[in-house]
């Protein structure tokens, strides 16, 4: 019991057994994993196999079904009261949704609103913080990726891969202690994806605590101090880039991994 | 190029593959002399209906029955514009109460709550099926049903008299009834419809950043169903406009019934029709131009890809 304590007071996502369902299938098969704090863990596994649920669970958008999920000590989506789980109030989920931030493959931009406005959205609305605070800070950050010169523009005049960097930004505006990426570099033309992998890996060197779904095994091997390997709603291996990569242990990631490498 | 501190500098660069990249087949700088196709069928049928329009134009003009000076005499009439203005009011109150109510029956409509689904559904099934003159006459009548109206609660549980149905259910507030909650059933398929038009990923997005419920809904859902919403919308004000002479026949006098009255004195049917049409058709255009408007401004954001691609194939290759 102490050591599961331990693990727990230093991971910054522990699941245990977490599953999830919709409808009558289950797509989650009770999935172990733990996230480091300041660890890049990379997500890799075939298309179905339940990376993007997995993902979208962390961050409360999907409920778990089964299992725990703790993301920096707290249970998500339930509260534990008297022994029993109570689902949370959606204003709590809401809450502790600040925590993590997301980047989708789709980028998911605000397109009625100016890049700076995207930026400013949640930090002046959802945290409340005063305009004149957060305007600067949305500009550094936008200098950070890269991209300090347009802040006025509206996301559909940009590049895909500016988007994305944008969609980086406006994650980090909020402060999370943990960025999550849902294969941010599959909807960008092979030119642009560079770009956005560059970001992420400076973001990595900052000691963000990352968890990325990604095909761009280059980048898991390089920024990735982790490497899980999912297949059909299971964890099948996991473990340092070297090891999965060079010396993978399982038949269905030899599979995997001969037909992508 | 980004720059962000490093605190891992001793990891290798990233090198990531280079996939070809496919090259613009558009490179053609030729520029040959064209002649254009000609469309003999279609000039013909255009001169025919310059003819025709020309004709009808000269008969208007010109046919005395459709007394024109009539017309001049009483385009202003204080009766006329009282009237246009009442019409304008009760569109603009109409209207209001059929957005407001259309909204909350459209989020009912999107519900989780099967309960809210239905009845919003139901409702919309009912306004939308029976024809809003009838609901018209059906709530000026409505102290035939319930003479006195009263505050409280339904199977014959106690409550406040309010007041007799007859005084409170005046003309005006049957027509405001009738008009705004048949519109509330349109507006709340408009608004469905433009909410269910905004990507799931917006959801996802919003709420990933913390915002949930009404924040979701005001700042980043609505504001995306606008672009969607609005060119309906502007119809529905429009046939609003238009739809408010029904009122006529509950003697409250709007724009058609002050001319009626006019006509019913003086017997000058066409010519007052006329003055109460030039009337509509004004407000409609204004309507009209200011609909243009909005449906610009919430296109921010949206209409920029599209107007490029537009623009692409018919630019010259230099
Ligand atoms: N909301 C949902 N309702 C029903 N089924 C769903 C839902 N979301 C995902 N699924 C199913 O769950 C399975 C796993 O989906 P998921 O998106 O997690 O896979 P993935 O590993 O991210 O795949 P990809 O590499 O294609 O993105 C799929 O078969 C999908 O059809
Ligand atoms: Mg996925």
Redesign the interface.
């Known amino acids: 019991m102490a050591t599961q304590k331990g693990i727990m007071n230093t991971a910054m996502v522990q699941a245990i057994g977490v599953r999830k369902q919709f409808g009558s299938t289950e797509i989650l098969k009770g999935i172990d994993l733990t996230v480091e704090r300041g660890s890049v863990t990379c997500l890799i596994g075939p298309s179905g196999s339940g990376k993007t649920t997995f993902l ?1 669970c962390i ?1 409360h ?1 999907e409920k778990v079904s089964a299992g725990r999920l703790y993301v920096d000590q707290e249970l998500v989506g339930y509260e534990e009261r008297n022994g029993l789980l109570h689902e949370k109030k ?2 709590d ?3 502790a ?2 925590s ?3 980047v ?1 493959q ?1 980028f ?7 890049v700076l406005e995207n930026i400013i ?2 930090p002046t ?3 409340g913080r005063p305009k004149r605070d957060v305007i600067p800070e949305a500009q550094k950050l936008l ?4 991209l300090g010169d347009r802040g006025m523009a ?4 940009l590049s895909g891969g500016q988007q994305q ?1 944008i ?1 980086i930004a ?2 980090l505006a ?1 402060k999370p202690k943990l960025m999550l990426f849902d294969e941010p570099t599959s909807a960008l ?3 642009l ?3 956005v ?3 992420m ?7 963000m605590t990352m968890v990325v779904v990604t095909h ?1 095994l ?2 898991a091997r ?2 990735g101090d982790h490497v899980v390997f999912m297949d059909a709603g299971v964890v099948v291996e996991s473990g340092s880039p070297d090891d999965v990569f060079n010396s993978p242990q399982h038949a269905r990631t030899q599979a995997f991994l001969s037909k992508v490498l | ?9 001793e ?2 660069n ?8 496919e090259t613009d087949a558009l490179t053609s700088s030729q520029s040959d002399p064209v002649v254009p196709l000609r469309h003999p069928v279609r000039l013909a049928i255009a001169i025919v209906l310059v003819i025709v329009a020309a004709g009808v134009a000269w008969d208007v003009a010109m046919n005395r029955g459709y007394r024109w000076d009539v017309v001049a005499q009483y385009v202003f009439a204080p009766r006329i514009i009282s009237g246009a203005a009442l019409t304008v009011g009760l569109t603009i109150v109409a209207m209001a109460i059929g957005i407001v109510f259309g909204t909350i029956l459209a989020i009912m409509r999107l519900s989780a709550n099967p309960i809210f689904r239905v009845i919003a559904g139901a409702y919309v099934w009912f306004f939308r099926g029976t024809p809003v003159l009838v609901q018209l006459i059906f709530w000026y009548n409505i102290a035939a049903l319930y003479p006195v109206i009263v505050l409280g609660l339904p199977f014959g549980g106690p409550g406040i008299v309010i007041g007799s149905a007859n005084v409170l259910i005046a003309p005006i507030t049957a027509a405001l009834l009738g008009l705004s909650l048949n519109e509330a059933a349109y507006m709340a398929e408009i608004i469905r419809s433009g909410i269910g038009a905004v ?1 799931r ?2 959801y ?10 009404r ?1 979701l809904m005001s ?2 859902v609505l ?2 169903a606008m ?1 969607v919403v609005i060119p309906p919308t502007g119809n529905e004000i429009i046939s609003m406009l238009k739809g408010t002479s029904l009122v006529s026949v509950l003697a409250i006098s709007d724009l058609l019934y002050s001319a009626q009255i006019i006509y019913a004195a003086n017997y000058q049917i066409i010519p007052l029709l006329i003055v109460a049409s030039l009337w509509y058709l004004a407000m409609t255009s204004v309507l009209s131009f200011f609909q243009g408007k909005l449906e610009r401004r ?1 296109g ?3 209409d ?2 599209t107007s490029r691609s537009r623009r692409w194939p018919l630019r010259k290759a230099s």
């Open positions: 979208r961050n958008l959606e204003k989920t809401a809450r949704r600040m993590a931030g997301m989708f789709r998911n931009l605000f397109p009625h609103m100016t959205e949640a609305r959802v945290a200098e950070r990726v890269g509206y996301p559909q005049e960097r969609a406006r994650a909020m033309d092979p030119e994806v560079g770009e992998l560059e970001v890996q400076a973001l990595a060197e900052t000691g761009e280059g980048f390089q920024v | 190029m980004p720059a962000l501190t490093s605190r891992r500098d990891r290798p990233v090198t990531f593959v280079n996939r070809s990249v990507d990923g917006q996802d997005a919003a709420r990933a950043l913390g915002m949930n419920g924040l700042r980043i504001p995306q672009r919430y921010r954001g949206f920029v890809r």
